[in-house]
């Protein structure tokens, strides 16, 4: 089972962007969140956002909360992060990231056990 990033790529601040995360695996809709994260150079990886495994319900980082919205469609193993009004702050490589299992929360990197490969955002101001 693995999780591909993709969508990232240099914009301006005020733009917008989407990324994806395919899951590979039968399972992906069973699984019980999907979360994003972001790591810029220097720092420790931050919780951006997360999603249930319905889709129906998602959680969000005040930093981006009214900019970015999470979705998924489990018919197509896939979660999107959509970025809208992108400041140069939101700078970073992002990072989805899998909970199969509940365990305890969604903004730790903890309760996660399912990382993919990262894909830069850069935002230019």
């Known amino acids: 089972v693995q999780l591909q990033a993709s969508g990232g790529g240099l914009v301006q601040a005020g733009g917008s962007l989407r990324l994806s995360c395919l899951a590979s695996?039968?399972?992906?809709?069973?699984?019980?969140?999907m979360g994003w994260f972001r790591q810029a150079p220097g720092k420790e990886r931050e919780y951006v956002g997360a999603?249930?495994?319905?889709?129906?319900?998602?959680f969000y980082a005040d930093s981006v909360k009214g900019r970015f919205t999470i979705s998924r469609e489990n018919a197509k193993n896939t979660v999107y992060l959509q970025m809208n009004s992108l400041k140069p702050e939101d700078t970073a490589v992002y990072y989805c990231?899998?909970?199969?299992?509940?365990?305890?929360?969604?903004?730790?990197?903890?309760?996660?056990?399912?990382w993919g490969q990262g894909t830069q955002v850069t935002v230019s101001s």
């Open positions: 999603v249930n495994w319905r889709g129906d319900n998602a």
């Open positions: 695996g039968r399972t992906y809709g069973t699984y019980y969140a």
């Open positions: 990231a899998a909970q199969r299992v509940y365990s305890g929360g969604f903004s730790s990197t903890r309760s996660y056990d399912l």
